[in-house]
């Protein structure tokens, strides 16, 4: 398998040397530019121009991309340090690196690397005497699908000062088996068999952003852990992880952990109960979320409009919603006052706290009137055939092809054998339009009731 110094060479360094050994001989001429020479073939002098070769690269650019390479080692350190010099970000996904000590002197002879993709890698062995490495400036690392066990994690979090943001995402992690060092007394006082496995460690502030998408996390006090460890978290992304519950075990509040939140990705979560919205109302500094495909959206009895309004008006905080727009002023507005009605009829045990609210912020408003646009559903239309006129009623929904079945035991013609024209009662002038889409349904044709179809048999 190739190192990651072959690896680059291979894409960055090929030979560039000309290859003149069965080129024909050349000749320059005095009397021509310096760009012309001119080649003796048999009796014919042919002019050619040549076009001066770029230099080769001295190192490669500030994006590396090395991944599914088989990589299994870094290769000669010197070597990586001349050709590597710019590079900021390192991508070495879907490789064989299984040392992470390799990994860290890579970072050391790569001093100006900011990013690091270790995806896929077969790093899940537990790091030992890892060097200590002041110089690394490593801000951003992902570490999807490596299976690393927790004590792993610790200490690369303890040698990567710096780092901004961490994705452990398709871990297969059901614990979160780390946390900080606050929790310790807590967990003298009220230790459980799964918690004895717990490693308590130092908090890391510098962290923003963690994506954990993907791992079967069921509890939200896994999730506070994540919130201990990283004090200053600004984005959490959990989408596809079941958690059940936004409450802790310890009855501690749900945000208590994450002060300076702004974004939270909840989406495909089991959680079925308001009450989970209203608890993601109390991050004091969350403005941007998602929480798409939860089992209670299936089942609310409302359209999605009616379901973002009461989601708008339960959130006061948020800005941005489902990966939509900037909520407007006017949008919010509307959205509390459809709040308002939605819950004006139902008893007191079912208002939530936030309806007495908004209640005092509008006042008391006025139902709607029910005025229903939806088009009649069924319409008395003329139907004629030959000489023959017959009113009856019609379903609108029923497609052209359905129809002309109906019609064939009323004048005794096949469908197949069956033309339908529309007649408009108020547009009669324009003639007939033929019915020609079998799969078309009638309410499209903007059918109403003294509208006439008439039937034809085809030639």
């Known amino acids: ?33 310096n760009d012309f020479t001119v080649t003796k073939c048999g009796g014919r002098m ?15 650019p500030a994006l590396l991309v090395l991944n599914d390479c088989d990589i299994d080692s870094a290769g000669d350190f010197e070597s990586i340090r001349e050709k590597c010099q710019r590079v900021r970000e390192l991508d070495l996904a879907q490789n064989k690196l299984s040392d992470w000590s390799e990994v860290f002197s890579i970072l050391e002879h790569m001093p100006r690397i900011e990013f690091l993709n270790l995806s896929k890698n077969q790093l899940a062995s537990p790091i030992s005497s890892l060097p200590t490495a002041p ?22 979090l303890r040698n990567l000062p710096v780092l901004q943001e961490l994705h452990l995402s398709l871990n297969n992690y059901k614990q979160v088996l780390i946390d900080a060092e606050e929790a310790e007394q807590r967990l003298q006082e009220t230790e459980t068999p799964e918690e004895t496995e717990l490693r308590i460690t ?37 989408a596809d992880c079941p958690i059940r519950s936004l409450q802790a075990e310890e009855n501690s509040d749900t945000h208590r952990y994450f002060p ?24 004091g500094q969350l403005r941007n979320l998602r929480v798409k495909h939860w089992p209670l959206w299936e089942s609310l009895e409302c359209t999605e409009h009616e379901r973002r309004q009461l ?11 489902n990966g939509g727009g900037k909520i407007s002023n006017d949008e919010r507005v509307d959205s509390e006052r459809a709040f308002v009605r939605y819950y004006m009829d139902k ?64 004048v005794g013609l096949s469908p197949n054998k069956m033309r339908l024209y529309y007649l408009d009662q108020d547009y009669k002038e324009f003639g007939p339009e033929e019915m020609r889409f079998p799969n078309k349904q009638l309410y499209s044709y903007n059918i109403q009731s003294g509208d006439e179809i008439i039937i034809d048999a085809k030639k």
């Open 1 to 33: 398998m190739p190192s990651l110094l072959e690896a680059l060479e291979r894409k960055y360094f090929a030979e560039c040397e000309f290859e003149n050994a069965h080129e024909p001989e050349l000749h320059k001429r005095r009397d021509l530019p």
């Open 46 to 60: 042919e002019f050619s121009i040549f076009i001066p070769r770029l230099s080769p690269l001295t190192s490669v």
């Open 135 to 156: 110089t690394i400036n490593l801000k951003s690392l992902v570490l999807n699908g490596t299976y690393l066990d927790w004590a792993c994690v610790d200490s690369l």
């Open 202 to 238: 130092k908090a890391h502030p510098a962290l923003k952003t963690l994506h954990f998408t993907g791992n079967p996390v069921e509890h939200w006090q896994e999730i506070c852990r994540l919130g201990r460890l990283f004090p200053n978290l600004e984005a959490l992304v959990l």
């Open 260 to 283: 300076s939140l702004r974004l939270l990705n909840l989406s495909s979560a089991q959680l079925d109960s308001w009450t989970a919205i209203d608890q993601l109302a109390k991050f």
């Open 311 to 321: 989601l708008i008006a339960r959130l006061p905080n948020v800005e941005m919603l």
């Open 347 to 410: 008893p007191d045990d079912e208002r939530p706290a936030r309806y007495e609210e908004l209640q005092q912020i509008h006042g008391k408003l006025d139902p709607l009137v029910n005025v229903s646009l939806k088009p009649d559903k069924r319409v008395k239309v003329l139907f004629t055939y030959n000489d023959v006129s017959e009113s009856r009623f019609v379903d609108i929904y029923l497609t052209v092809n359905d129809l002309k079945a109906k019609l064939e035991k009323l």
